[in-house]
C-alpha cells in the first residue's frame, strides 16, 4: 500500500495544516501495517522556489544554505512530533540527484514536440529589470518590491503542451471514483472542454476589399439570430492596424485596453463576466460584415466580454439567446431576433429552429449539423472543439530552479543538452547575491551561461529560464519508490509494483494546478518509451492517484471586539470584558493572532493527544476548529485508558486464560466488544469516517471501565478487551499505547501477544463474530450487469447500511469486492444500497 500527504515546501516551519495532513497518513499508515500490510509513507521536500530566492537576496546569503537549514529545522520538528515516515526515500526537489531526472523529462517533451517555445506576454518590472507573477503586483499595477509601475511585455517563453492530454485527463476524471466531486468538478471546468463550430464572416473594407474573421460558437443553430460580429480589443487584426486606421474612437479604446490590462493582472475570468455589467464597447466606423449564410450586413465592435485568449478572440452576437450579447445589444439598441422555440435552459434538445430559413422547424440537434455541413460546403466554417485549457507556460526568469537544458547556438540554433551531459547544474553565487534581484539571473553569471554548442563546439550560450516548481512536483511520487537509482528515473518494476499511489492527501490548494500537472506528467511518462521502457500497465486507466483525500482547513480561535471588529491576540484578553468579545474561529493567521503552534501544542499536551485532537474533531474534508477546551477533553480521556491499565496490573486473584481459550469460552461476552471493533475497522478503512472510528473506541473504554472484575470471566474479558483496545488505539496515540503495552507487558504475554506492540496483527473480528451467524449469498447487479456474488450473515437482511458497511471491510482482502469496489463509484454504492433497502 502506497499512502502519500503532499510534500512541503521548506519554508522553515511545520505548522497546523502540515500536522493535519500528516497525522491522516500516519494513521492509515499505522492502521494497515497493524492489519499486515506492507506500506509505504514517504517525505520529501518541494525545495526550489521564490521564496528562497528572496531570503538569499535580503540576507546575501545562498539560496541552498537557507533550504537546507529549514529542510534540517522541519526534519527536526516532525521527529519531535513522532511521524511514521519511510525516511530511508527522503528527497528533495534541490538535489542534482532529482532535478537531473527533471531536465530528462524536459528533453523527452522536447523531443516529443511537446515542450516548445512561444512569444507570451509577460509582467515586466522595468526597475528591477525582472517578470513578476499576477501575485507580485498590487492593485494598482505595482510592483510588490520596486513599486514601479508594471509594464507588458512579449518574451519567448518554454510551453508544456498539456492540451494534447485534455481530451485523456477529462474522460478519466469519471473512473476516477476514489476522488471528491468537488475536486473533478474543478478539473473539469478548467480543462473547459466544449464543442461548436467555427464560422467565417468576411468584413468589408471601405476600398471595397474583404477581410475574413473567425468566431467560435457552441450554438451553430443560432446562427440566423446573429445581428452583430464582436471582437477582443487584443484581437491580431485590429493589432495589425486592418481595422483600426481612422475607423474607431481610438481615446476610448485605449481606456479600454488599460482597464483589460489591469484585470487580466488580477486574473479575470472568462466564467466570471458580469452580466450586469457590460461596458458599450467602440463601434467600427464604415465597415459590415456579412452573414455566411443570408449575406445580410452586420455592424463590427470591440467589446471586453470578448476574450482575446479563447476561441478565436471573436464571436457572432445573438442577443435574443445570450445573455452577454443581449446586455450589449441593449446598450447599442442593436436588434434582436428569436431563432429558437422552446425552453434552452432546460430542454435544448426539445427545442426547434425558427426564422432560420430552410432551417425552421428542425429540432437544435438536426439543425447543428446541417448548418454546419452547408458552412462546410460553403466554406464558410466546420465543426470545432475548444479548450479552456492553455498550454503550461514553464518559464520563470528565477535562478532558484531547475535549468531548462537548452544551448543556444549561432549556428546550429536551439540545441538540447545531450542526456549524458546532465545534470546542468545551477552555479553557486556565494559572495554575490546581487545578480539574484535582477531579472534571469542565470544569464549574468559567465561561468553558467557561456559554453560550448554540444554539437559543432562553437561558442555559445545556455537558456538562463529554470523551470515552474510544479514541474518538480509533477514525478516527485515516482521518484520516492526508487530515489537512489543513478542510472534511470526509476526502475519500471518498482514502479509497478507500486503505483498507482493508494491514498493521496492534501489541501484544496492543490485541487487544479498541482494534480493537473501531475496527472499530466505522469500519462507522459506512461507514454514514453525511452522513460518507461516499455509502456507501463499500471492499473487500466494509467492514473497516478486512485484515492484523494482532500483536507479541510484548522481554524483558530478568534477573538474580536464587538464594536470595532478589531482582532484582540491571546495576550491582550484580560484587558476586556467577556461580553465586549465576539469568539469565532477562522484560518489561522499572524494578523488575527489566532495561530496555535504544534511544537507548544505537544509539548503541552503531548503528541498523541495533538494527534487524536486533530483526528476526533471532524472529519477529514471538513474544516477543524482548534480549541484548547477540546483538547484538554481529549487529554483526559487518554488519562483514563491509561489508569484502566492500572487494573490490569491488580489483578492477579484470578487465573488469566489464553486468548484461544478467553475467545472459546466467553464468546457471549465478548460480542458487543467484537461489534464495537468491527465498526472501528470499518470507520478507519473509509477514511471519511476516521473520527466515527475513535468514536467507537471511547464507547470500548467506557464499556470496558464498567466490567467489575470480581470473577475468572470479568477479568478475562476485561483483559482481551483491553489489549485489544490498545492495539486499535496504536495508530491514533501511538506513544501512549506502546507505553500501556510495555507496561502490562507480564499479562499480554500469558494472554499470547507479542510484547512488541506493532508487531501484532489484528484480528479479524467480524470472522470471530460470526462465528455463530447464519450466511446468505447476495448477487450484485448494477444498471444491469453481474458484478459478483457475496455471502453476508443473515441478520443484516434489510439493513442496507449495514451491507454496505460489511461489504467496504471486506476489502481489499476479499477479491470479488475489490473487483466489485473498484468499478463501483461512492455514489453508486449508495444508490446500491438503495436499492437492496
Ligand atoms: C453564439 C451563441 C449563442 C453563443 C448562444 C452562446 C449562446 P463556452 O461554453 O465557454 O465554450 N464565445 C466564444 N468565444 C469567446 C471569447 N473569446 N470570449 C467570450 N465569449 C466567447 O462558450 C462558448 C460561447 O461563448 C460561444 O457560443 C460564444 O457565444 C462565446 F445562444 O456563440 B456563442
Ligand atoms: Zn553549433
Redesign the pocket.
Known amino acids: 500500500m502506497y499512502i502519500l500527504g503532499q510534500f512541503p515546501y521548506p519554508s522553515g516551519n511545520i505548522h497546523m495544516g502540515h500536522v493535519r495532513v500528516y497525522t491522516i497518513c500516519d494513521v492509515l499508515t499505522r492502521y494497515y501495517k497493524l492489519k499486515g500490510m506492507n506500506v509505504i509513507n514517504p517525505m520529501g521536500w518541494d525545495s526550489f522556489g521564490l521564496p528562497a530566492e528572496n531570503a538569499a537576496i535580503s540576507r546575501g546569503i545562498q539560496p541552498s544554505d537557507w533550504t537546507v537549514k529549514n529542510i534540517q529545522e522541519m526534519k527536526d520538528q516532525l521527529h519531535r512530533l513522532g511521524f511514521d515516515f519511510d525516511w530511508d526515500r527522503e528527497l528533495a526537489t534541490h538535489t542534482p540527484e532529482y532535478y537531473k531526472h527533471t531536465q530528462q523529462i524536459f528533453l523527452e517533451l522536447y523531443k516529443q514536440g511537446l515542450a516548445y517555445k512561444k512569444d507570451a506576454q509577460v509582467n515586466w518590472d522595468p526597475v528591477d529589470q525582472t517578470v513578476l507573477a499576477n501575485e507580485q503586483i498590487d492593485d494598482n499595477g505595482r510592483s510588490w518590491r520596486s513599486g514601479a509601475l508594471v509594464e507588458k511585455k512579449m518574451l519567448k517563453q518554454w510551453f508544456f503542451n498539456i492540451r494534447k492530454y485534455a481530451d485523456q485527463m477529462l474522460i478519466n476524471l469519471d473512473k476516477l471514483n476514489k476522488w471528491p466531486e468537488i475536486v473533478k468538478e474543478a478539473q473539469r471546468g478548467w480543462i473547459?472542454k466544449?464543442e461548436?463550430a467555427i464560422v467565417e464572416f468576411m468584413i468589408k473594407l471601405i476600398d471595397g476589399n474583404q477581410i475574413p474573421v473567425k468566431?467560435?460558437?457552441?450554438?451553430p443553430d443560432?446562427i440566423f439570430?446573429?445581428t452583430f460580429l464582436a471582437l477582443?480589443f487584443e484581437n491580431q487584426i485590429i493589432k495589425e492596424n486592418i481595422l483600426k486606421d481612422n475607423m474607431i474612437d481610438q481615446n476610448a479604446f485605449d481606456r479600454y485596453l488599460d482597464k483589460i490590462d489591469r484585470l487580466k493582472q488580477q486574473g479575470r475570468d472568462?466564467?466570471q463576466?458580469d452580466i450586469n455589467n457590460i461596458d458599450e464597447g467602440v463601434l467600427f466606423r464604415n465597415i459590415k460584415a456579412i452573414h455566411p449564410l443570408t449575406g445580410d450586413e452586420i455592424p463590427v465592435y470591440a467589446t471586453s466580454?470578448?476574450?482575446?485568449?479563447?476561441?478565436?478572440?471573436?464571436?457572432?452576437?445573438?442577443p435574443f439567446?445570450?445573455d452577454?450579447?443581449c446586455a450589449f445589444a441593449v446598450k447599442n439598441q442593436i436588434d434582436m431576433i428569436q431563432v429558437?422555440n422552446g425552453d434552452?435552459e432546460k430542454n435544448l434538445d426539445e427545442c426547434v429552429l425558427v426564422n432560420s430559413g430552410e432551417y425552421s422547424q428542425l429540432k437544435v440537434k438536426e439543425g447543428v449539423q446541417k448548418i454546419i455541413s452547408q458552412l462546410e460546403k460553403l466554406n464558410k466554417g466546420q465543426k470545432q472543439t475548444?479548450y479552456?485549457l492553455r498550454d503550461w507556460l514553464v518559464s520563470r526568469q528565477r535562478f532558484w530552479g531547475v535549468p531548462i537544458p537548452v544551448i543556444y547556438c549561432e549556428k546550429c540554433g536551439e540545441v538540447p543538452v545531450p542526456e549524458d551531459q546532465l545534470p546542468v547544474l545551477l552555479p553557486n553565487v556565494s559572495g554575490n547575491t546581487d545578480n539574484l534581484k535582477q531579472s534571469s539571473p542565470l544569464s549574468r553569471i559567465d561561468e553558467f551561461y557561456n559554453c560550448k554548442c554540444p554539437k559543432c563546439q562553437a561558442p555559445s550560450q545556455r537558456e538562463a529560464d529554470t523551470l515552474d516548481t510544479f514541474v518538480d512536483s509533477s514525478w516527485y511520487f515516482l521518484r520516492f519508490l526508487d530515489h537512489q537509482n543513478n542510472l534511470s528515473m526509476f526502475d519500471i518494476s518498482k514502479v509497478k509494483k507500486w503505483m498507482p499511489v493508494d491514498i493521496y492527501v492534501g489541501g484544496m490548494e492543490h485541487a487544479i494546478m498541482h494534480l493537473l500537472y501531475a496527472r499530466f506528467i505522469h500519462k507522459f511518462l506512461c507514454d514514453s518509451q525511452n522513460i518507461s521502457q516499455e509502456k507501463f500497465q499500471l492499473d487500466i486507466i494509467r492514473e497516478p492517484f486512485r484515492e484523494l483525500v482532500v483536507q479541510g482547513l484548522v481554524k483558530g480561535k478568534t477573538y474580536r471586539l464587538k464594536d470595532n471588529g478589531k482582532y484582540i491576540f491571546q495576550e491582550d484578553l484580560k484587558q476586556y470584558s467577556e461580553d465586549q468579545l465576539k469568539i469565532t474561529f477562522e484560518k489561522m493567521s499572524k494578523s488575527k493572532g489566532n495561530g496555535v503552534l504544534p511544537d507548544s501544542m505537544a509539548e503541552k499536551y503531548g503528541v498523541d493527544t495533538l494527534r487524536l485532537s486533530l483526528m476526533f474533531a471532524a472529519p477529514p474534508e471538513s474544516d477543524v476548529n482548534f480549541d484548547e477546551n477540546f483538547i484538554q477533553q481529549m487529554k483526559s480521556y487518554l488519562d483514563k485508558v491509561q489508569r484502566i491499565s492500572d487494573y490490569v496490573i491488580a489483578s492477579s486473584d484470578f487465573k488469566i486464560l489464553t486468548k484461544v481459550e478467553i475467545q472459546e469460552k466467553y464468546k457471549n461476552e465478548l460480542v458487543p466488544i467484537y461489534k464495537l471493533l468491527v465498526d472501528y475497522k470499518i470507520k478507519i478503512e473509509d477514511q471519511r469516517f476516521i473520527h466515527v472510528s475513535i468514536a467507537r473506541l471511547m464507547e470500548l473504554t467506557n464499556l470496558l471501565s464498567k466490567i467489575k472484575i470480581d470473577n475468572e470471566r470479568n477479568l478475562n474479558t476485561f483483559l482481551l478487551g483491553y489489549a485489544y483496545l490498545i492495539q486499535a488505539l496504536y495508530p491514533i496515540a501511538p506513544h501512549l499505547s506502546n507505553e500501556i503495552w510495555q507496561g502490562i507487558s507480564k499479562t499480554i504475554e500469558i494472554i499470547g501477544f507479542n510484547v512488541n506492540l506493532s508487531d501484532n496483527r489484528l484480528d479479524d473480528f467480524r470472522q470471530l463474530l460470526s462465528q455463530s451467524e447464519e450466511k446468505v449469498k447476495i448477487k450484485i447487479n448494477m444498471d444491469g450487469k453481474f458484478l459478483g456474488q457475496i455471502d453476508i450473515p443473515k441478520e443484516l437482511i434489510g439493513q442496507s447500511q449495514q451491507i454496505l458497511d460489511y461489504i467496504r471491510e471486506l476489502r481489499p482482502s476479499n477479491q470479488e469486492v475489490k473487483k466489485i469496489d473498484d468499478i463501483v463509484s461512492k455514489e453508486k454504492v449508495e444508490q446500491f444500497v438503495k436499492v437492496i433497502s
Do not use: A, Q
Not at 215 to 219: G, I, S
Not at 305 to 318: A, C, K, P, Q
Open positions: 473547459g466544449s461548436g468566431v467560435f460558437t457552441t450554438r443560432t439570430g446573429v477582443s472568462l466564467k463576466i466580454y470578448v476574450f482575446n485568449e479563447y476561441g478565436t478572440g471573436s464571436i457572432m452576437g445573438v439567446h445570450d452577454r450579447d429558437i434552452e475548444e479552456r
